[in-house]
């Protein structure tokens, strides 16, 4: 494991006082609590952050840290042997422990020996976890693969770290931003506790054609200057196959043009799927390159027509 | 690696969850979940009816989403009673101001 140094992180000197730390922690927390801080970083950091505080602000684990000595962050580090001594009596190989780890188990040894073999039940640990799917894997719905590696006490007490591997079904009908619960499955408890649970939330990748709002989906349709003047009836494509858009004349640029019941399914309560909408989304698109004809045809036009879409200017 | 499947459970406006869920879900204790209905930042589907139990109280499971985050913010910041009504409040505005300017930039 590498060493951390609690100290650095949190910005005080080792001699720091119980209230210089925690007001170190407090202001470090409001930079970069991740439901505080738009810092991207801010998560990683403020892990570290409380890592840090959870240890220095409790007497007993200070004093196991401090007795660790000082090492430069970072540095390859194994606790001494004698330092197991103070979980409880419990002999420690920390091959599979991380040094985050280390006071948590620090912490259960005491437990333990305070307890008296009483064995407290312990609830696991709740996690949370990102997972990005299409918009086409949305609609239909998808079973995911989650990986993920979470720290677990062994029967000893010891903590390693588990991979754990769950094939969870994401039904159709969920929202971008959506977010699940796994009961039961975040960290394990210990002595009867709980298991924690895990908590899911679901994005979409962007997709090329469509936009999503809710169950409504959005797309840009593209005409030109006279299917929009004249009307037309288009082709647009939809998650369920392609559709005949009539497009009526007059049409302007960013009107938006119901396609009804084809956006995303609403069926999470699984009795009847519903769904939203497709709105497209005119855009009026001049030719790149005209032909003699075209430009005759349009010159014609401007000589002959009296519109003028400035008219609110004057 | 031994392979799990689940099903999930889904937070959001149509499911809800028990009182006794949202205790073990949320972190805070049944006195705590009660102080935040009495004070109106946080609501139960069936608490216009007359004559229930707390523990007959049932939740929209999306309540979940604010409380938890409010369940941190409370463990890692310390905060007092009284001022978890009032960010909760704060909290599923800013979730709800959010999905709104989602939606609007998507529409665009």
């Given amino acids: ?39 991207p970083a801010g998560e990683a950091k403020f892990k570290e952050v409380g890592e840090a ?4 602000k409790d007497a007993e684990k200070r004093a196991a840290y401090d007795e660790l000595g000082r090492h430069p962050a970072g540095e390859e580090f194994k606790p001494p042997p004698n ?4 979980q409880g009596g419990q002999e420690y190989s920390f ?31 709740d996690y949370e976890l990102a997972t990005n799917i299409t918009l086409e894997d949305a609609y239909a719905g998808i079973t995911v693969d989650l990986n993920f590696i ?3 006490h062994d029967q000893q007490g010891q903590i390693k770290r588990v991979p754990h591997n769950i094939k969870a079904r994401i039904p159709m009908g969920v929202t971008n931003g959506q977010k699940m619960l796994l009961r039961g499955k975040g960290g394990k408890g210990f002595h009867g506790g709980p298991d924690g649970n895990l908590y899911l939330n679901i994005s979409f990748s962007p997709h ?60 999470n309560l699984a009795d009847k799927t519903e769904h939203g909408d497709l709105f497209a989304v005119t855009q009026i698109v001049s030719p790149t390159t005209l032909s003699e004809k075209e430009r005759e045809l349009l010159q014609a036009l401007a000589i002959s027509s009296t519109f003028n879409p400035r008219t609110h200017f004057n | 690696m031994q392979m799990e499947s689940t099903e999930l459970i889904w937070l959001d406006e149509q499911h809800e969850i028990s009182m006794t869920e949202l205790i073990e879900l949320s972190g805070f204790t049944q006195e705590e979940l009660l102080h935040l209905l009495e004070i109106g930042a946080l609501s139960a589907n069936n608490s216009t009816e007359t004559d229930f139990l707390p523990s007959e109280l049932r ?3 999306h309540c979940l989403i604010s409380i938890r985050t409010l369940s941190r913010l409370k463990s890692d910041f310390e905060l007092e009673q009284n001022a978890l009504g009032l960010m909760l409040v704060f909290l599923e505005r800013i979730r709800l101001l959010e999905l709104q300017v989602q939606g609007l930039e998507s529409a665009k």
């Fill in chain 1, 95 to 125: 091959d599979e422990t991380d040094f985050a780890d280390l006071f948590a188990g620090f912490t259960k040894g005491r437990q333990n020996s305070q307890q008296q073999g009483r064995n407290r039940p312990i609830p696991g640990q």
């Fill in chain 2, 59 to 61: 939740f929209s499971s």
């Fill in chain 1, 83 to 86: 330092w197991a001594g103070n």
């Fill in chain 1, 208 to 267: 090329k054609l469509f936009r999503v709002v809710d169950h409504d989906l959005f797309i840009d349709l593209p005409l030109t200057p006279w299917e929009a003047a004249l009307g037309a009836t288009v082709e647009v494509p939809t998650l369920a196959g392609a559709v005949h858009l009539k497009v009526p004349a007059r049409t302007s640029g960013g009107q938006k043009l119901r396609i009804s019941k084809r956006g995303m399914p609403k069926n």
């Fill in chain 1, 150 to 152: 979470v720290p677990e």
């Fill in chain 1, 1 to 39: 494991m590498k060493f951390k140094d609690y100290y650095e992180v949190l910005g005080v000197a080792r001699s720091a006082t119980i209230d210089e730390i925690k007001k170190a922690y407090r202001k470090l927390a409001h930079q970069y609590h991740p439901d505080v801080s738009k810092d």
């Fill in chain 1, 53 to 56: 505080y959870a240890t220095l």
